[in-house]
C-alpha cells in the first residue's frame, strides 16, 4: 500500500483518478520525522488513517 504507484483494485465500472503515489508520499515524510502511520480498511465501509506523533 505504501510502494510508490501502488493502487487499489477497484471494479471495472468505477475510475479512480489517480497515478498511486500520494500515500507513498505520505509514509516518506511520517517516516522522516517518526511519525507512525497506519491503516483499517473494509470494503464498503472505508478507510481509516492513523497518525502518531
Known amino acids: 500500500m505504501w510502494e510508490l504507484f501502488t493502487r487499489s483494485i477497484i471494479r471495472a465500472s468505477e475510475y479512480a483518478g489517480g497515478f498511486g503515489v500520494g ?3 505520505v509514509k516518506r515524510i511520517c517516516d522522516r520525522y ?3 502511520l497506519s ?3 473494509a ?3 472505508g478507510t481509516e488513517f492513523e ?3
Open 34 to 36: 517518526g511519525i507512525s
Open 51 to 53: 497518525l502518531g506523533f
Open 23 to 25: 500515500l507513498s508520499i
Open 43 to 45: 470494503p464498503g465501509e
Open 39 to 41: 491503516l483499517n480498511s
